[in-house]
Nanobody, 113 residues
Framework: QVQLVESGGGLVQAGGSLRLSCAAS????????MGWYRQAPGKQRELVAT???????NYADSVKGRFTISRDNANNTVYLEMNNLKPEDTAVYYC???????WGQGTQVTVSS
């Protein structure tokens, strides 16, 4: 059974930081491209960042320089470090595994102005 379990969301003031984690099980994590997506109310789900099995990263323009995606293959976990958060970063953040197209249940991030 595949599980992607996100944690680390919460309420933070603008300019603050949060670190999201996604613990994966039931997949061959080390071979998988992992990603973070987000969906704000009334908007479509959008890509935030991805990381390949070799550590190559890709970011949405809106988060470049503020967010960092990383992975720990030994512990089947992918992280999203978010700094200098803005109110427009408010959304539900989802973990994604490209092989098999699996999604986590999401974690809410709310940034107050």
């Amino acid at each position: 059974q595949v599980q992607l379990v996100e944690s680390g969301g919460g309420l933070v003031q603008a300019g603050g930081s949060l670190r999201l984690s996604c613990a994966a099980s039931g997949i061959i994590f080390s071979f998988n491209v992992m990603g973070w997506y987000r969906q704000a109310p009334g908007k479509q789900r959008e890509l935030v960042a991805t990381i390949t099995n070799t550590g190559r990263t890709n970011y949405a323009d809106s988060v470049k320089g503020r967010f960092t995606i990383s992975r720990d293959n030994a512990n089947n976990t992918v992280y999203l470090e978010m700094n200098n958060l803005k109110p427009e970063d408010t959304a539900v953040y989802y973990c994604h595994a490209a092989v098999g197209l699996y999604w986590g249940q999401g974690t809410q991030v709310t940034v107050s102005s």
